[in-house]
């Protein structure tokens, strides 16, 4: 079954510190990885997009990765700030039912 | 330029009532789609309209959903009947092209409330 899990499910964190947020998935015949941004009560808005070649894309203070071979990705954040807090949606394309498999996300909070 | 509206931001309606709630994609984009996010769920497909194909329907979890797309633009999903599991934040997503290659862009969505 096409399924994408991410961890943690929350996460609290200070201002100013890293952290990183995990992305596993089964999705097969996978075609390529977002991560996206939601912040509450919006629309999710896109971060980063990867394909199977590629190991690790930055957009800022954001950086992903992706490991094809064990289906993992991260998204790290650096030096954290308060604008960070949101959920983090990991999506996963499937070239084989032509759809978006999303994540649960993990909801972050930047505390001051 | 301006991005994907919906209308409206709030529903709140009686159990049994039907709905409509309306996306404007960005001028364009030839493909659309309709997700649904309940509390603590990820995004779930329900359906994706491209260009003059006919939709892609599978996620629609009942008959008593429907979405149609007028003149290649403006798209309108349809709940008959409501139900209170059906309250959830409805998002309306557009993109250039076929998903592979092109971003999607969503909207704000619109917190539908079955009472």
């Known amino acids: 079954k096409n399924q994408v899990e991410q961890s943690p499910q929350s996460l609290i964190i200070l201002e100013g510190k890293n952290c990183t947020l995990q992305?596993?998935?089964?999705?097969?015949?996978?075609?390529?990885l977002r991560w996206y941004k939601q912040d509450t009560g919006r629309g999710p808005v896109s971060l980063t997009i990867m394909t199977f070649s590629e190991n690790t894309k930055s957009n800022g203070r954001y950086t992903a990765t992706l490991d094809a071979d064990t289906k993992q990705s991260s998204l790290h954040i650096t030096a954290s700030q308060l604008s960070d807090s949101a959920s983090y949606i990991c999506v996963v394309y499937s070239s084989g039912t032509y759809k978006y498999i999303f994540g649960t996300g993990t909801r972050l909070k930047v505390l001051a | 330029g301006a991005g994907v509206s919906q209308s409206p931001s709030n529903k709140v309606t009686e159990k049994g009532k039907d709905v409509e709630l309306r996306c404007d994609p960005i001028?364009?984009?030839?493909?659309l789609y309709w997700y649904r996010q309940s509390l603590g769920q990820g995004l779930e497909f329900l359906i994706y309209?491209?260009?003059?194909?006919?939709?892609?329907k599978s996620g629609l979890p009942s008959d008593r959903f429907s979405a149609e797309r007028t003149g290649g633009s403006v798209s309108t999903l349809t709940i008959q009947r409501t139900q209170q599991e059906d309250s959830a934040v409805y998002l309306c997503?557009?993109?250039?092209?076929?998903?592979?290659?092109?971003?999607?862009?969503f909207g704000p969505g619109t917190r539908l409330t079955v009472t």
């Open positions: 992305c596993n998935y089964t999705v097969s015949p996978f075609s390529n």
């Open positions: 001028s364009g984009h030839t493909a």
């Open positions: 997503a557009s993109s250039l092209g076929q998903p592979r290659s092109y971003e999607q862009y």
């Open positions: 309209f491209q260009g003059n194909s006919a939709p892609d």
